[in-house]
C-alpha cells in the first residue's frame, strides 16, 4: 500500500544518509592520517645542519615540520573529526527492574517482579543530519589546517625576503661609511692645506653620524627578524641560522590576468573551502533543527510477573514524547536560519578579502 511504501520510505532513506556520511567520514580519516604530526624537537636539534647558507626551500620546509602551530592546528582537526561517532550514535539502552516487596514469602500471591529494556532512537533522519553537520565541521577544520600552513609558509618567505634585504641594505651601510671616512680624510687634507672648506669636513661628519645611525636600526632590525625567524622554527633565542645567499634566483612575475589570478586564488585558497564547509554544517543544522518538530520514540520490552497468567506477563511497547514546546523549537530553527546566513555573508567577506589581495 502506499502508507506501507512511505514507512519504508522513512526508515530506508535516511539509513542510506547515515551510511553515506560514514563513508565520508572514512575518507576524512584517511586523510587525516596522511598528514604528518609536527615533529617533536629535542634540545640538541638544530635545523640546517652543516648548511653554508640559508636556502628558501629548506626555510619553509623547517617552519613546516617544526612550527607548533599546525601541530596545534592538526589536533583540532582530530577533535572534530572525534565528533561524528558521539553524534552519529544512538543512546545508551535502559535497563530497569523491580519488585513487589510483601509479594515475596507471601502465601496468597507468587514472587512479583518486573524486568524491562528500552532503547530510545531519533526521528528518522536526525542522526544522519547531525553527523553531517559533524562532518562538515571537521572538513572545515581540515582547510583550517591547510591554512595554516599556507599562511606560515607565507609568514617564512616574507621573514626570508626581509632578511636579506636588511643584510644587503647593511652591507651597503658600511660600504657607504667607509667612502664616508675617506671622503673625510680628504676633506679634512684640503682643509688643512688651505684648499678647501671648514664645513666640507663638518658636512662630512654629519653623513658619517647618520649612516652610524642608519647601521645601528640595520642591525637591530637583523636581531629582531633573526628573532621572529627563530619562532617560527621553535628554536631557542641562542640557535644560529646560517646567513643568507648574496643573490636570490629571480621570480618571475605572473602572466595571467588579475582576473585569472583572482580566480584561481577563490578557487584554491583553503580558507574559502573552510568557509564552504562551515555553511554546508549550518544548513545540515538548520535541518535537523527542522527535524526537531517531530517526536523521537522509545522501543520498551519488559517481563512482569505481576500478571498472574503467563501469557500476560510479555510486554513491548512504544514510547514517544510529544513536541509541544513549540516556541522553543522555532527559536532554535531560526538560530539555525540566521547562522547559516552568517556563514554565508562571511564566505562573501573573505572573498572580497581575497580578491584585495590579488
Not at 522553543?328 to 584585495?356: T, Y
Amino acid at each position: 500500500s502506499a502508507l506501507g511504501a512511505a514507512a519504508v520510505a522513512l526508515l530506508v532513506l535516511p539509513g542510506c544518509a547515515l551510511l553515506q556520511t560514514r563513508a565520508q567520514y572514512r575518507t576524512l580519516s584517511r586523510d587525516y592520517e596522511r598528514e604528518s604530526d609536527v615533529a617533536t624537537v629535542a634540545a640538541s636539534d638544530v635545523p640546517f645542519g652543516g648548511a653554508a647558507t640559508l636556502e628558501r626551500t629548506a626555510l619553509v620546509a623547517e617552519v613546516l615540520r617544526r612550527n607548533p602551530t599546525i601541530g596545534a592546528a592538526r589536533k583540532a582537526w582530530r577533535a572534530a573529526l572525534a565528533r561524528y561517532p558521539q553524534e552519529t550514535a544512538l543512546e545508551d539502552p535502559m535497563l530497569g527492574a523491580g519488585v513487589g516487596p510483601r509479594s515475596f514469602g507471601s502465601r496468597e500471591v507468587g514472587d512479583a517482579w518486573r524486568i524491562e529494556a528500552s532503547q530510545a532512537f531519533p526521528f528518522p533522519g536526525k542522526l544522519a543530519l547531525r553527523g553531517a553537520a559533524a562532518l562538515a565541521e571537521a572538513e572545515a577544520m581540515a582547510h583550517d589546517y591547510a591554512a595554516v600552513r599556507v599562511r606560515l609558509a607565507a609568514m617564512a618567505c616574507a621573514l626570508y625576503d626581509e632578511a636579506w634585504l636588511q643584510a644587503r641594505s647593511h652591507e651597503i651601510t658600511l660600504r657607504h661609511l667607509e667612502l664616508v671616512r675617506d671622503l673625510h680624510a680628504a676633506a679634512l687634507g684640503a682643509y688643512e692645506s688651505g684648499v678647501g672648506s671648514q664645513q666640507d669636513p663638518l658636512r662630512v661628519e654629519f653623513e658619517e653620524a647618520e649612516l652610524l645611525h642608519q647601521q645601528v636600526e640595520l642591525e637591530t632590525a637583523q636581531r629582531t627578524t633573526a628573532a621572529q625567524i627563530a619562532a617560527l622554527l621553535h628554536l631557542g633565542g641562542g640557535a644560529a641560522i646560517p646567513p643568507l645567499p648574496e643573490v636570490l634566483p629571480a621570480l618571475a612575475a605572473p602572466s595571467d590576468p588579475n582576473e585569472t589570478l583572482a580566480e584561481q586564488a577563490l578557487h584554491e585558497r583553503p580558507e574559502l573551502r573552510a568557509a564552504d564547509a562551515r555553511i554546508a554544517a549550518k544548513r545540515a543544522a538548520e535541518a535537523l533543527a527542522r527535524r526537531e518538530f517531530f517526536p523521537d520514540f522509545k522501543i520498551v520490552g519488559a517481563y512482569d510477573t505481576f500478571w498472574e497468567l503467563p501469557d500476560q506477563r510479555p510486554f513491548v511497547g512504544v514510547e514517544w514524547n510529544v513536541p509541544l514546546q513549540i516556541g522553543r523549537r522555532r527559536a532554535a530553527l531560526d538560530q539555525a536560519r540566521a547562522e547559516a546566513d552568517q556563514a554565508s555573508l562571511e564566505r562573501q567577506a573573505a572573498a572580497d578579502e581575497i580578491r584585495a589581495e590579488v
